[in-house]
């Protein structure tokens, strides 16, 4: 069994900056990814940046230079450092875990935590 709980999501001005926070636990065996996706409302769940067990990072083009991921492998847990924050950015964020079977990977999501930019 795994779990993903995130957590800093909330309410934040354009411009503004918010540090999303993952933390794994349970059965944690060979991760391979660990990163964040978005979903707004009326939109599919779209990538927003993950980061490899190796730590390189992937980011989505609408974020490139404005937010940074980075994970801490020794707690399983994974950030996302988000400034410049715009309205369009507004969403519910999900934490991404990805472990590396001898077959095949297992993907795990957490609940999500909402993310508003308005002013």
């Known amino acids: 069994q795994v779990q993903l709980v995130e957590s800093g999501g909330g309410l934040v001005q354009p411009g503004g900056s918010l540090r999303l926070s993952c933390a794994a636990s349970?059965?944690?065996?060979?991760?391979?990814?660990m990163g964040w996706y978005r979903q707004a409302p009326g939109k599919q769940r779209e990538l927003v940046a993950t980061i490899t067990s190796a730590g390189r990072p992937k980011y989505a083009d609408s974020v490139k230079g404005r937010f940074a991921i980075s994970r801490d492998n020794a707690k399983n847990m994974v950030y996302l450092q988000m400034d410049g924050l715009k309205v369009e950015d507004t969403a519910v964020y999900y934490c991404?875990?990805?472990?590396?079977?001898?077959?095949?990977?297992?993907?795990?999501w957490g609940q999500g935590t909402q993310v508003t930019v308005s002013s």
């Open positions: 349970g059965s944690i065996f060979n991760i391979n990814s």
């Open positions: 991404d875990l990805v472990l590396r079977g001898d077959v095949m990977n297992y993907e795990y």
